[in-house]
């Protein structure tokens, strides 16, 4: 089964890969329910092998639910010819060079446990003996790692005698002196992957007599899940969406009036449409996974076995007792599934659903989550915006791997931008070297030597630096010329082929290309990709962003569609902020200035609006989404990205405005930008405006003065150009 990496699973696999060179022997993979955590370790384990010797993988899995089996069939799935193994394939072989192993912990750490008896308990420390005199090296994966923390589990991991640990939780537990890869929930969020937001008691009553919290909220979650069935039955997607109801531990009576109520409503065990699943009674259970199953709703008591994935579950009711419980963040996610592993571009159906009147339940959930956590509730557009409308600009293209034919040209384009290379191989050779690059034939690692009295930075910079030259074997140097080259696509999201043949093609001698840099042998072209990756990781990412290069393409072709503001909208907002104003300037009825997820610059923004005396309404556009205002432009690599300018707004003079807004510039002038693609974004903002014949422009604040100010003509990153003038001396 071939699988598209998202740009956030090649990162992490990247950063996992660089992480196994460093010393230390923690690694935290921290990753929200959702990411595809087992198919970046996969793939990761995949890359890994192929450049390194004598490797074995011991994956660990906490507990019940056959968690081994699921992850070792998903790798037998996602990686062709992967060698697999459970514990009874390494009782009955040992283990062996390149095996991935899933093991469950509780089969080596449970008194009682039958899997392993203690004549089996040697053995299997015999078939480890055993791999560590054959020179093989075990590197440990822990899942949920949260979760076997223990002085048991410790000593399992201490058998291995392994140099390298990668731990993996949503909610990893603080270790000292472990490298931490973080994987920001905006990237899952971005590539469809989990639910945009979860919504907290959408539409609540300020009063809500607690006498009745069974039938108030579970008559909100059924209501909710009527408008999410029809929704997707109105998109032709078989999707039943799932209710889970979560009571107390000790509570039977909440859960037998939960049953009652229910039933009332004609959702019965009976009738397949209420499933339970607790310790001691578990009903309808079977394929509740399945898209379009049947259950309604699952009656859960306080934490779910761990790795259970139902992606159709898209509600979540806490009932409370009078106990407080600790708040668990695997609760939440699992509702934050998206049930196709894309977004259907509808806040409605991108959205997940709290309801609960435990407090102490919504401040943890808010703490964990933050901006992705928000009071909502549902806005209105205003009669007299009702008939504007703008042409969007959709990508036309089935998501595709980059043009690797085209990344070469710009690859050969910013070596002459930078080194100014020519025609002339020989020449170039020299002019490369010049600037750093290495044309040693043998591979080259660097040492320090001499003495120091104080161990400190400094003076260690200051000891001699050592060259240690190894001649190339290619048979010994394979694996690693494999690992620089894949590293150097992770950085650009091209895949192994392609950085391969692109640096075949630039730099190897006997292969024919239009653009190439030089023409040295193969073993050379191995020492020179090993011992220059650095250099070439830079330019090559650096080539990807750099606007000046954007050749002349055809352009992708795009689909243009006439849209209007949505008529209505969910609006979220943050309900423990100070200030609740209403914007009355703003396209919605009801739109408040705690308005969230906003940057700083998009608040400084609205609030700029709302006080101007030019400026007649505004509107906040979304950032993804059909139903949304976009702009289509190219990457130097060819692959088109949809742009979702900020705001539209209309001024008293009857001007329609498209901005853009940016992170600001400090008090000394340096940029606190981040995006690498602001300068593109302008070019076709500028592009777009003039077409219709709109007005437009991206917006920063100068920190030094404190004002907003705008660039409308052409783009500078520099606040002291020209470019750069006052809001409020345009608009």
């Known amino acids: 089964m071939d699988i598209t990496l998202a740009d956030f699973q090649i990162k992490a696999i990247s950063n996992l890969t660089a992480a196994m060179e460093q010393p230390h022997r923690d690694i935290i993979l921290k990753s929200c329910t959702g990411s595809g955590k087992t198919i970046i370790l996969t793939h990761f384990m995949d890359e890994y092998f192929k450049s390194n010797h004598k490797t074995v993988f011991i994956w660990l899995t906490p507990g019940k639910g056959n968690l081994e089996e699921q992850s070792k069939e998903k790798m037998d799935r996602y990686i062709h010819g992967s060698q697999t193994k459970l514990l009874y394939d390494i009782m009955t072989a040992g283990f062996e060079e390149n095996d991935a192993c899933f093991i469950n912990w509780e089969k080596l750490t449970k008194k009682g446990n039958n899997a392993l008896k203690d004549s089996e308990r040697t053995n299997f420390i015999e078939h480890i003996r055993n791999a560590l005199d054959d020179s093989l090296n075990f590197k440990i994966i822990v899942d949920e790692s949260h979760q076997n923390d223990t002085i048991k589990a410790d000593d399992i991991i201490e058998l291995f005698h392994s140099d390298k640990i990668i ?72 999707i039943n969406p799932l209710i889970i109801v979560q009571i107390p531990n000790k509570s039977d009576a909440l859960l037998d009036r939960t049953v009652e109520y229910f039933e009332s409503k004609g959702i019965t065990y009976e009738n397949n449409t209420l499933a339970i699943w607790l310790s001691d009674k578990k009903q309808n259970l079977e394929a509740i996974e399945e898209p379009n199953a049947e259950p309604v709703a699952v009656i859960i008591k306080q934490a779910v076995a761990t790795g259970w994935d139902c992606p159709r579950a898209q509600i979540l009711v806490k009932l409370r007792d009078n106990m407080s419980e600790v708040f668990e963040i695997q609760t939440i996610g699992r509702i ?89 191989t020989v020449k170039n050779k020299v002019l490369l070297e010049v600037h750093g690059y290495s044309f040693s034939e043998d591979i080259i690692d660097y040492t320090k030597s001499g003495s120091v009295n104080i161990l400190s930075k400094e003076n260690i910079a200051e000891l001699n630096d050592i060259s240690i030259h190894e001649p190339l074997s290619t048979h010994k140097h394979g694996k690693e010329y494999h690992h620089c080259v894949a590293e150097i696509g992770y950085k650009v999201n091209l895949d192994y082929n392609s950085t391969n043949t692109i640096m075949r093609k630039l730099f190897l001698s006997g292969l024919r290309c239009d653009s190439k840099i030089l023409k040295i042998k193969t ?121 979702y300018p900020d705001y539209v707004v209309g001024t008293t003079d009857g001007k329609v405005w498209i901005i853009e807004t940016k992170g600001g510039f400090t008090r000394s002038g340096d940029s606190e930008d981040i995006d690498k693609y602001t300068a593109k974004k302008f070019r076709v ?10 007005f437009g422009g991206i917006v920063r604040q100068d920190k030094q003065s404190s004002e907003l100010c705008i660039c409308t003509e052409t783009y500078s990153d520099d606040i002291k150009n020209d470019s750069w003038k006052l809001l409020s001396d345009v608009l």
């Open 523 to 643: 073993r050379e072209l191995y020492a020179f990709i090993i011992n220059n990756k650095p250099l070439l990781v830079e330019d090559v990412r650096d080539a990807m962003a750099d606007e000046s290069l954007q050749l002349t393409l055809a352009f992708p072709k795009t689909t243009e569609k006439t849209i209007g503001f949505p008529l209505e909208m969910i609006f979220t907002y943050d309900g423990t902020a100070k200030s609740q104003a209403e914007f009355s300037k703003n396209v919605y009825k009801g739109y408040l200035s705690s308005a969230e997820r906003r940057s700083m610059p998009e608040k400084l923004f609205e609030r700029y609006c709302e006080n101007c005396k030019n400026i007649q309404w505004f509107y906040k556009n979304g950032d993804k989404g059909i139903e949304y205002f976009s702009i289509v432009y190219a990457d130097n690599f060819g692959k088109q990205k949809s742009f």
């Open 336 to 424: 934050r599934r998206m049930p196709e592993a894309k977004h259907y571009e509808s806040d409605l159906l991108d959205s997940c659903y709290l309801y609960t009147l435990d407090e102490k339940f919504t401040e943890s959930v808010r703490l964990s989550l933050g901006k992705e956590a928000l009071d909502a509730y549902k806005i209105f557009l205003k009669p007299e915006h009702r008939s504007f409308t703008l042409i969007s600009e959709y990508k036309t293209d089935v998501p595709y791997p980059r043009d690797a034919k085209l990344s070469l040209k710009v690859i050969h384009k910013y070596f002459e931008k930078k080194y100014h290379i020519t025609g002339d």
């Open 685 to 694: 903002l500028k592009t777009y405006t003039n077409k219709y014949k709109l």
């Open 167 to 238: 731990r993996c939780s949503a909610t990893p537990k603080n270790y000292k002196d472990a490298i931490l890869i973080d994987i920001p929930e905006e990237n899952v969020i971005a590539e469809g992957l989990i639910k945009k937001l979860l919504i907290i008691n959408e539409n609540f009553e300020q009063h809500i007599s607690v006498d009745y919290q069974i039938t108030y909220l579970l008559n909100k979650a059924i209501d909710k899940q009527r408008e999410l069935r029809s929704e997707y039955l109105k998109r032709k997607v078989e």
